[in-house]
Protein backbone atom coordinates (compact mmCIF):
# COMPACT_ATOMS: atom_id res chain seq x y z
CA UNK A 1 0.00 0.00 0.00
CA UNK A 2 0.79 3.48 -0.23
CA UNK A 3 -0.13 7.31 0.17
CA UNK A 4 -2.53 6.79 -3.20
CA UNK A 5 -4.50 3.84 -1.87
CA UNK A 6 -7.95 4.34 -2.26
CA UNK A 7 -9.55 4.74 1.19
CA UNK A 8 -13.18 3.97 2.22
CA UNK A 9 -14.13 6.52 5.22
CA UNK A 10 -17.35 5.17 6.48
CA UNK A 11 -19.95 7.08 9.38
CA UNK A 12 -21.46 5.18 11.27
CA UNK A 13 -24.37 6.53 12.72
CA UNK A 14 -28.02 5.18 14.24
CA UNK A 15 -30.54 7.18 15.91
CA UNK A 16 -31.43 4.35 18.88
CA UNK A 17 -28.43 5.17 20.79
CA UNK A 18 -28.79 3.34 24.13
CA UNK A 19 -27.54 6.56 26.43
CA UNK A 20 -28.84 9.20 24.17
CA UNK A 21 -31.36 8.51 21.66
CA UNK A 22 -31.27 10.49 18.20
CA UNK A 23 -27.87 11.75 19.06
CA UNK A 24 -26.64 11.73 15.74
CA UNK A 25 -29.02 14.63 14.60
CA UNK A 26 -28.72 16.66 17.89
CA UNK A 27 -27.56 19.95 16.56
CA UNK A 28 -24.25 22.03 17.62
CA UNK A 29 -24.64 25.99 16.33
CA UNK A 30 -26.57 25.66 12.77
CA UNK A 31 -25.52 21.79 11.87
CA UNK A 32 -26.43 18.28 13.53
CA UNK A 33 -23.91 16.31 15.14
CA UNK A 34 -23.32 14.10 12.13
CA UNK A 35 -22.84 17.19 9.75
CA UNK A 36 -20.28 18.23 11.39
CA UNK A 37 -18.02 14.72 11.02
CA UNK A 38 -19.33 14.69 7.17
CA UNK A 39 -17.58 17.74 6.63
CA UNK A 40 -14.37 16.63 8.84
CA UNK A 41 -14.55 13.72 6.67
CA UNK A 42 -14.44 15.76 3.44
CA UNK A 43 -11.80 17.87 4.74
CA UNK A 44 -9.26 14.57 5.11
CA UNK A 45 -10.45 13.15 1.84
CA UNK A 46 -7.32 12.76 -0.97
CA UNK A 47 -8.08 12.17 -4.62
CA UNK A 48 -9.49 8.24 -4.84
CA UNK A 49 -10.92 8.57 -1.49
CA UNK A 50 -14.83 8.48 -0.57
CA UNK A 51 -17.02 9.27 2.30
CA UNK A 52 -20.07 6.81 3.16
CA UNK A 53 -23.14 7.12 6.15
CA UNK A 54 -24.01 4.05 6.86
CA UNK A 55 -27.35 4.41 8.69
CA UNK A 56 -30.54 1.82 9.62
CA UNK A 57 -32.90 4.68 10.29
CA UNK A 58 -34.51 6.61 8.01
CA UNK A 59 -34.49 9.94 9.96
CA UNK A 60 -30.81 10.03 9.35
CA UNK A 61 -31.08 8.82 5.49
CA UNK A 62 -33.08 12.05 5.15
CA UNK A 63 -31.36 14.45 7.30
CA UNK A 64 -28.22 12.98 5.55
CA UNK A 65 -29.23 13.83 2.09
CA UNK A 66 -30.15 16.86 2.92
CA UNK A 67 -26.81 17.94 3.19
CA UNK A 68 -25.68 16.76 0.32
CA UNK A 69 -23.92 13.28 1.85
CA UNK A 70 -23.77 10.22 0.07
CA UNK A 71 -25.36 7.59 2.63
CA UNK A 72 -26.78 3.93 2.45
CA UNK A 73 -29.07 1.62 4.59
CA UNK A 74 -27.35 -1.21 6.12
CA UNK A 75 -29.28 -3.57 8.43
CA UNK A 76 -31.19 -2.85 12.22
CA UNK A 77 -28.97 -6.28 13.14
CA UNK A 78 -25.59 -4.54 12.99
CA UNK A 79 -24.37 -5.15 15.79
CA UNK A 80 -21.75 -1.91 16.29
CA UNK A 81 -20.57 0.95 14.47
CA UNK A 82 -17.09 -1.69 12.81
CA UNK A 83 -20.46 -4.18 11.79
CA UNK A 84 -21.86 -1.23 9.72
CA UNK A 85 -18.66 -0.30 8.02
CA UNK A 86 -18.04 -3.57 7.09
CA UNK A 87 -21.81 -4.18 5.45
CA UNK A 88 -20.59 -1.02 3.40
CA UNK A 89 -17.09 -2.62 2.68
CA UNK A 90 -18.81 -5.59 1.09
CA UNK A 91 -19.98 -3.81 -1.58
CA UNK A 92 -16.74 -1.72 -2.42
CA UNK A 93 -14.41 -4.22 -2.97
CA UNK A 94 -12.20 -1.20 -4.76
CA UNK A 95 -10.95 0.51 -0.96
CA UNK A 96 -8.67 -1.67 0.15
CA UNK A 97 -8.56 0.50 3.49
CA UNK A 98 -11.81 1.45 5.52
CA UNK A 99 -11.87 4.28 8.33
CA UNK A 100 -14.33 3.78 11.28
CA UNK A 101 -15.25 7.40 11.61
CA UNK A 102 -17.73 7.27 14.74
CA UNK A 103 -20.86 9.51 13.89
CA UNK A 104 -20.58 11.33 17.52
CA UNK A 105 -17.26 13.02 17.46
CA UNK A 106 -18.06 16.34 15.88
CA UNK A 107 -14.98 17.86 16.92
CA UNK A 108 -12.52 15.25 14.97
CA UNK A 109 -9.89 16.75 13.10
CA UNK A 110 -9.27 16.03 9.33
CA UNK A 111 -5.52 15.43 10.06
CA UNK A 112 -6.70 12.55 12.27
CA UNK A 113 -8.15 10.79 10.21
CA UNK A 114 -4.86 10.90 7.67
CA UNK A 115 -2.64 10.60 10.65
CA UNK A 116 -4.49 6.99 11.42
CA UNK A 117 -4.83 6.39 7.64
CA UNK A 118 -0.98 7.18 6.99
CA UNK A 119 -0.43 4.89 10.78
CA UNK A 120 -2.14 1.51 8.98
CA UNK A 121 -0.38 2.18 5.64
CA UNK A 122 3.02 2.22 7.14
CA UNK A 123 2.60 -0.14 9.97
CA UNK A 124 2.40 -4.40 9.13
CA UNK A 125 -0.90 -4.29 11.61
CA UNK A 126 -4.34 -4.80 10.44
CA UNK A 127 -5.88 -1.83 12.31
CA UNK A 128 -5.02 1.34 13.58
CA UNK A 129 -6.02 4.15 15.84
CA UNK A 130 -5.29 7.07 17.67
CA UNK A 131 -4.24 8.13 21.26
CA UNK A 132 -3.70 11.78 23.08
CA UNK A 133 -2.38 12.63 26.17
CA UNK A 134 -5.52 11.73 28.55
CA UNK A 135 -6.71 15.49 30.59
CA UNK A 136 -6.78 14.85 34.43
CA UNK A 137 -10.61 15.08 34.34
CA UNK A 138 -10.76 12.64 32.24
CA UNK A 139 -8.28 9.46 34.18
CA UNK A 140 -11.80 7.66 36.23
CA UNK A 141 -14.47 8.79 33.90
CA UNK A 142 -15.72 5.94 32.84
CA UNK A 143 -17.26 7.10 29.40
CA UNK A 144 -13.09 7.58 27.95
CA UNK A 145 -11.68 4.57 27.14
CA UNK A 146 -7.75 4.33 28.16
CA UNK A 147 -4.81 2.60 26.50
CA UNK A 148 -1.66 1.29 27.40
CA UNK A 149 0.58 1.48 24.37
CA UNK A 150 4.60 0.53 23.82
CA UNK A 151 6.31 1.24 21.02
CA UNK A 152 3.63 2.02 18.55
CA UNK A 153 1.12 -0.59 19.31
CA UNK A 154 -1.87 -0.33 21.89
CA UNK A 155 -1.36 -2.90 24.24
CA UNK A 156 -4.49 -2.56 26.57
CA UNK A 157 -7.61 -0.56 26.73
CA UNK A 158 -9.96 -0.26 29.52
CA UNK A 159 -12.39 2.08 30.89
CA UNK A 160 -10.46 1.98 34.10
CA UNK A 161 -6.96 4.38 34.53
CA UNK A 162 -4.38 2.24 33.12
CA UNK A 163 -1.77 1.77 33.79
CA UNK A 164 -2.71 1.22 37.68
CA UNK A 165 0.13 3.66 39.95
CA UNK A 166 0.78 1.42 42.31
CA UNK A 167 3.04 3.88 44.59
CA UNK A 168 1.37 6.70 43.93
CA UNK A 169 4.15 8.23 41.91
CA UNK A 170 1.69 10.57 40.06
CA UNK A 171 4.36 10.71 37.01
CA UNK A 172 1.99 8.22 35.18
CA UNK A 173 1.31 9.31 31.61
CA UNK A 174 -2.24 8.51 30.98
CA UNK A 175 -3.42 8.09 27.22
CA UNK A 176 -6.44 8.79 26.22
CA UNK A 177 -8.31 6.66 23.14
CA UNK A 178 -9.57 8.37 20.53
CA UNK A 179 -12.18 6.17 18.72
CA UNK A 180 -11.38 6.42 15.51
CA UNK A 181 -9.94 3.06 13.81
CA UNK A 182 -8.78 2.15 10.32
CA UNK A 183 -8.82 -1.01 9.10
CA UNK A 184 -7.42 -3.30 6.25
CA UNK A 185 -10.09 -4.73 4.12
CA UNK A 186 -9.99 -8.11 4.17
CA UNK A 187 -9.35 -7.57 8.08
CA UNK A 188 -12.53 -6.27 9.36
CA UNK A 189 -14.69 -8.20 6.98
CA UNK A 190 -13.50 -11.14 8.96
CA UNK A 191 -13.41 -8.98 12.32
CA UNK A 192 -17.30 -8.43 12.07
CA UNK A 193 -17.79 -11.75 12.08
CA UNK A 194 -15.97 -13.00 15.35
CA UNK A 195 -18.70 -13.52 18.07
CA UNK A 196 -17.73 -11.29 21.55
CA UNK A 197 -14.68 -12.05 23.51
CA UNK A 198 -14.49 -12.03 27.37
CA UNK A 199 -12.85 -9.00 28.07
CA UNK A 200 -14.76 -7.21 25.40
CA UNK A 201 -18.36 -8.36 26.94
CA UNK A 202 -16.49 -7.16 30.41
CA UNK A 203 -15.46 -3.67 29.11
CA UNK A 204 -17.62 -2.87 26.23
CA UNK A 205 -15.07 -2.14 24.30
CA UNK A 206 -15.20 -3.98 20.99
CA UNK A 207 -11.26 -2.99 20.37
CA UNK A 208 -10.39 -5.75 23.01
CA UNK A 209 -11.64 -8.73 20.32
CA UNK A 210 -8.69 -7.87 18.22
CA UNK A 211 -6.29 -7.87 21.07
CA UNK A 212 -7.17 -11.21 22.25
CA UNK A 213 -7.72 -12.97 19.53
CA UNK A 214 -3.37 -11.96 18.71
CA UNK A 215 -3.55 -9.85 16.52
CA UNK A 216 -2.16 -6.00 17.01
CA UNK A 217 -3.62 -2.44 16.42
CA UNK A 218 -1.07 0.02 15.65
CA UNK A 219 -1.11 3.68 17.58
CA UNK A 220 -0.08 6.81 16.55
CA UNK A 221 -0.43 9.65 18.92
CA UNK A 222 -1.93 12.88 18.23
CA UNK A 223 -1.78 16.47 20.23
CA UNK A 224 -5.71 16.91 18.49
CA UNK A 225 -7.98 15.34 20.93
CA UNK A 226 -11.69 14.84 20.21
CA UNK A 227 -14.48 14.63 22.13
CA UNK A 228 -17.17 12.03 22.00
CA UNK A 229 -21.04 12.51 22.34
CA UNK A 230 -22.64 9.87 24.76
CA UNK A 231 -24.58 11.77 26.81
CA UNK A 232 -26.85 15.25 26.98
CA UNK A 233 -24.55 16.31 29.00
CA UNK A 234 -21.62 16.00 26.50
CA UNK A 235 -24.33 17.70 24.31
CA UNK A 236 -24.35 21.07 26.75
CA UNK A 237 -20.74 20.93 27.20
CA UNK A 238 -20.51 20.56 22.98
CA UNK A 239 -22.67 23.29 22.32
CA UNK A 240 -20.49 25.89 24.49
CA UNK A 241 -17.52 24.99 22.19
CA UNK A 242 -16.57 26.48 18.88
CA UNK A 243 -17.10 24.88 15.85
Known amino acids: MSARTP ?4 IPARYGSTR ?16 HVYRAAKKAERPGWRT ?72 GAPVSTLVTDCPSKDVQNPNVAKVAAARGRAIFFSRSPIPFDRDKTGRVRYLKHIGLYVFRRAFLLNFSKWPET ?18 SIAAAHTRRDSAGIDTPRDLARARRRTL
Open 52 to 123: VIATDDRRILLAAKKFGAHVVMTSARCRSGSDRCAAVARNHPRFPVVVNLQGDEPFQHPENIRLAVRRLIES
Open 198 to 215: PLERIEKLEQLRILERGF
Open 7 to 10: VLIV
Open 20 to 35: FPGKALATIGSRTMLE
